[in-house]
């Protein structure tokens, strides 16, 4: 059974949001950013940690001039 979710909207919270953001140094901002990356690599299995290597090769047509 799946519990249900309840959301509670609190008016001005997306401004109150902005502006706390906005007052931080970037610093701040890149140490929060580095705390929610380990939090939610806490929750992944070790295969899912690492970082997806993509690359995807194009053939590029020449153009003369």
């Known amino acids: 059974m799946e519990k249900p979710i ?16 906005r007052k931080t140094t970037p610093e701040e901002r890149l140490d929060a950013v580095q705390h929610l990356r380990e939090m939610v690599s806490g929750l992944k299995s070790e295969k899912e940690r690492r970082i997806k290597k ?9 153009f003369s001039s």
């Open 54 to 62: 993509v690359i995807k090769i194009i053939k590029l047509k020449k």
């Open 6 to 21: 309840r959301i509670n909207i609190i008016e001005g919270l997306e401004t109150l949001d902005f502006e706390y953001w």
